[in-house]
């Protein structure tokens, strides 16, 4: 199966704000609540961000939000700091399985 | 705060069988569902299967003939082994420990395995 679509690279200065996109088919994104966002850093393991499309794991700044519009998931980082300099790939359950995106290079000029 | 920690070759040949495994620290290996994951180098992530301690699994169709998974909840670990592997096979691999629907909230560091002759 394909990975879902989002932007090669995204960019923005420190505090403002930026969304990733994340585009699937009506088979995964569109067809479940169970979209989840992750962030890795260089040589640093995925952490997970966002769970079922709007849900933040403790200790995740409120500056994370998701958001889901028929196929289309998304990702808004507010208030851009210089940490949040990473890459950042969806995820969707599919029914059978699970699928990722190809992930977007996030840089904070 | 589970821990995760992988291991395995780090390096197999072409046609061969890789054979990795997870042990699960600090947590019920029955409390999650234990997903392996990779990541080719310089590439994004690629989910590859998951696996209840009650024996459900799933598979990326992609990989599903080649793919198996099990649990030894005795030594708290999980396995995977891929057969036939080739160098499009090469790649960091992780065990995350989650829920079936995408929800990975413990990860390891990862185990980089390399398919050359």
């Known amino acids: 199966q394909s990975a879902l679509t989002q932007p090669r690279s995204v960019s923005g200065s420190p505090g403002q704000s930026v969304t990733i996109s994340c585009t699937g088919t009506s088979s995964d994104v569109g067809a479940y609540d169970f979209v989840s966002w992750y962030q890795q850093h260089p040589g640093r393991a995925p952490k997970l961000m966002i769970y079922?499309?709007?849900q933040r794991p403790s200790g995740v700044p409120d500056r994370f939000s998701g958001s889901k519009s028929g196929n289309t998931a998304s990702l808004t980082i507010s208030g851009l700091q210089t940490d949040d300099d990473a890459d950042y790939y969806c995820c969707s359950y599919a029914g059978t399985h699970t699928i990722f995106g190809g992930g977007t290079k996030l840089t904070v000029l | 705060q589970v821990h995760l920690q992988e291991s395995g070759p780090g390096l197999v040949k072409p046609s061969e069988t890789l054979s990795l495994t997870c042990t699960v620290s600090g947590g019920s290996i029955s409390s999650y569902y234990w997903n392996w994951i990779r990541q080719s180098p310089g590439k994004g992530l690629e989910w590859i299967a998951y696996i209840h301690y009650s024996g459900t699994t799933k598979y990326n169709p992609s990989l599903k003939s080649r793919v198996t998974m099990s649990v030894d909840t005795s030594k708290n670990q999980i396995s995977l082994r891929l057969n036939s592997v080739t160098a499009a096979d090469t790649a960091l691999y992780y065990c995350?420990?989650?829920?079936?629907?995408?929800?990975?909230?413990?990860w390891g560091q990862g185990t980089l395995v390399t398919v050359s002759s």
């Open positions: 079922d499309v709007t």
């Open positions: 995350s420990g989650g829920y079936y629907n995408g929800k990975l909230d413990n």
